[in-house]
């Protein structure tokens, strides 16, 4: 149900934004006002959420310990799966944001031959990793529609996509890969008892929003072609603020850039926002210093603490009347 | 906040990487790039079209010189009937006839929408 509720939104936006430009002509709209309404929700959302991230304490000192801490000087201890200090954490934070080493790390539990097993699966790892680069360079890529002249590194980059240089307009591999990739992680999801049952909406709607994104994306390019330098004049028309709609931009492109809008939209109130939270989880941003320093939960409220050399000096008199040892004469 | 330095910090790095497309062209007029089409031979043409609605040719040449480099090279086919029924030599010949540089009519909007076809690794430059 889930599943099938977030495929009909994905659907409805993508016939909203057809039969908007189609057949009540609202280019305007969706190649100029949504799209500046999505980027400033995007912007002030994600800047929201993340101070509000911030406002929040973490009262307990919690990072994971994935290796030996730092103890004694003989014992070897795990620098960046059980880091001690600053450069330790920056290193561990790297291979997250980097490499997704927590997915890496992922076990299975299963019985194998009678007996329990903990076996690795790297399946999600490599999907999820292969998604988000492909969905970076391709990102990057469209940089040619915002930038005039373009910089050099995304047409280095165009080469390397091209690298087969098939067909014309010239394949690019990261286009289809991203298309492979978050079908892949759907199927996953579907197919998987355990998977599909704690999936939800909200899990559903991105997978199917951005593979509504790759594929209009995909077919605009290579299918239903549009004019793409009266595209990038819209685009360019965008960031230097002064909005320009030309005549005769096909449909499939205010499809693509609809629901792009949408997926701007929807990211800060998503759980898209790990992109800002990976930086802010306390489980992976600490160090595993909690027998150096003292953590103080921030919500303490200050306690009244009577200490011995207090307690020693307003009763010194009475405990030498009776014969109690004290420290200081 | 708590943290509150590191986490400012981050936001501004964020803020400086999703504005770059604006901050980049402050300043900068958005110019559509004009290919030259006062060349001889269209001027000498009595209605000023090419071999397909100017629409389509703006989407789809890329789609339709790809098609007859493979109908020559598979098909050993070298002419191609327009929607209008003409027949025309399917040949980077018959482009530059009238289009005559690559300099002046190809690169402008290839320059601008950053496309680097591979037409002129085999064909001359002008």
């Not at chain 1, 209009?216 to 990038?232: A, E, L, N, Q, T």
């Not at chain 1, 790990?274 to 303490?300: A, E, K, Y």
């Not at chain 2, 910090?9 to 290919?35: C, E, R």
């Not at chain 2, 389509?56 to 002419?79: G, I, P, S, V, Y």
Request: aromatic letters at 14%; glycine letters at 8%.
């Amino acid at each position: 149900m889930e599943m099938f509720v977030s495929f009909c939104i994905v659907v409805l936006l993508a016939v909203i934004a057809f039969a908007g430009v189609e057949l009540v002509n609202l280019q305007f709209l969706f190649g100029v006002i949504i799209p500046y309404a999505a980027f400033a929700v995007f912007v002030v959302g994600f800047i929201n959420r993340v101070i509000q991230w911030g406002r929040s304490p973490v009262p307990f000192h919690i990072p994971t310990t994935c290796g030996q801490q730092k103890s004694l000087p003989w014992i070897r201890d795990s620098k960046l799966d059980n880091p001690s200090g600053t450069l330790g954490v920056i290193g561990r934070m790297a291979l997250e944001v980097f490499f997704f080493r927590s997915l890496f790390r992922n076990l299975k539990t299963g019985l194998q031959n009678g007996e329990l097993k903990y076996t690795g699966t790297k399946w999600l790892w490599l999907g999820g990793l292969i998604f988000h680069y492909s969905f970076f360079i391709v990102l990057l890529r469209h940089l040619r529609f915002f930038t005039n002249p373009v910089p050099s590194f995304v047409g280095y980059l165009d080469i390397l996509d091209g690298y087969f240089k098939s067909g014309s307009p010239n394949l690019l591999i990261t286009g289809w890969v991203l298309l492979g990739a978050v079908i892949y992680l759907f199927l996953r999801r579907a197919f998987i008892p355990g998977v599909r049952y704690i999936s939800l909406t909200a899990d559903y709607f991105p997978l199917f929003l951005i593979m509504g994104v790759a594929l209009s994306g995909i077919v605009m390019r290579y299918y239903i072609k549009v004019d793409i330098v009266s595209v990038k004049e819209l685009t360019m028309g965008l960031v230097t603020f002064s909005p320009v709609v030309p005549q005769g931009i096909g449909s499939i492109f205010f499809i693509h850039l609809f629901l792009i809008c949408i997926l701007f939209a929807y990211f800060p109130f998503s759980k898209l926002m790990h992109m800002g939270g990976v930086f802010l989880s306390p489980t992976r941003n600490l160090p595993n210093n909690s027998r150096m320093r003292r953590h103080i939960n921030p919500w303490n409220y200050d306690v009244k603490v009577h200490t011995y050399e207090e307690y020693e000096e307003e009763f010194r008199d009475k405990m030498k009347s009776v014969g109690l040892p004290v420290e200081k004469e | 906040m708590y943290d509150g330095g590191k986490i400012i910090t981050g936001l501004i790095i964020f803020l400086a990487i999703v504005t770059f497309p604006f901050y980049s062209n402050i300043g900068k007029a958005n110019v559509k790039p004009a290919p030259d089409l006062d060349t001889p031979a269209i001027q000498e043409l009595e209605v000023k079209k090419c071999i397909e609605p100017t629409g389509f040719m703006r989407a789809n040449h890329m789609k339709l010189l790809k098609q007859w480099m493979d109908d020559l090279q598979e098909f050993d086919k070298d002419t191609y009937r327009a929607s209008d029924c003409k027949v025309y030599d399917s040949s980077y010949d018959t482009c530059m006839e009238c289009h005559v540089s690559q300099k002046n009519f190809c690169d402008r909007c290839h320059t601008y929408a950053a496309v680097k076809p591979y037409c002129w690794e085999c064909h001359e430059l002008d």
